[in-house]
């Protein structure tokens, strides 16, 4: 069984050759990767609330890992620029289920916000808070390197692989799923299938997209990226499977 510490050893050890000046043929693009990892590609923000331009993610128990990941990427960062441009943290419990952590980074939120377009929704009370809806941008990334970092962190969360067959399923997101899609294209990967599952309600007519899954073939560099992050991605299964088993 591997201790935490050892944990931390091995997921630092690996981030420092990750994010080294370059990873395979790539350089890692922290900003694209954190934004990979985001659930939606769609972000509602409260303009008067200051934390709410800082919220990376809010994140479950099972997937604490994945706030450790990101500090190990910029501590890794960090060292390589100046003082003045240092990424700073912060996690905080949520009040929505008092166990999840909400992630915070100034720095890294202002980055990722820049690749949103965000349009005034409403507002309400007597403080009269406004509420802003941002899509994200659908050519935000604007080379290889943003493209790969973008997908790695889009398969860290989402990812799998399945009878030799690579595939991304996202949830009610068609902003970010749209972005992995041409982030696969414009990469040269081909895709095998791309579908939605949709689904209607049943005291109301209404339809929803539920989920959106894309199979695709990787270029070889692809793959071998994201096989780098299989021990990460398999830790995440298995916690996973164990924390909503155990709530059942």
């Not at 860290?156 to 067959?165: L, R």
């Not at 992995?180 to 939605?196: F, P, R, T």
Request: glycine share 4%.
């Amino acid at each position: 069984m591997v201790i935490a510490s050892d944990m931390t050893k091995y997921l630092t050890i690996f981030l420092l050759i990750l994010s080294s000046k370059v990873f395979g043929q790539y350089k890692l693009d922290i900003d694209c990767f954190v934004m990979g990892i985001i659930d939606d590609g769609t972000k509602k923000l409260i303009k008067e609330k200051k934390l709410n331009w800082e919220w990376i993610e809010e994140f479950s128990p099972p997937n604490f890992e994945l706030m450790d990941c990101i500090d190990s990427l910029i501590k890794v960062e960090n060292e390589s620029i100046r003082t003045d441009k240092i990424i700073t943290s912060r996690r905080a419990l949520s009040q929505n289920n008092g166990i999840s952590n909400m992630y915070y980074s100034k720095e890294l939120a202002n980055q990722i916000n820049k690749n949103y377009k965000f349009k005034f929704h409403h507002e309400w009370d007597l403080n009269m808070r406004r509420m802003y809806i941002g899509h994200v941008k659908p050519k935000c990334l604007h080379d290889n390197d943003e493209r790969i970092s973008y997908l790695l962190g889009a398969w860290v969360c989402f990812g799998k692989i399945e009878s030799g067959q690579f595939s991304i399923t996202i949830r009610r997101s068609n902003d970010k799923f749209k972005l992995i899609l041409n982030a696969l294209k414009e990469l040269g990967c081909d895709i095998v299938n791309a579908d939605s599952v949709v689904r209607t309600g049943i005291d109301y007519k209404a339809s929803h997209i539920e989920s959106q899954t894309v199979t695709f073939k990787p270029t070889n560099n692809l793959a071998n990226e994201i096989k780098k992050f299989t021990g990460l991605v398999e830790r995440l299964e298995v916690k996973r499977a164990f924390f909503f088993n155990s709530s059942e």
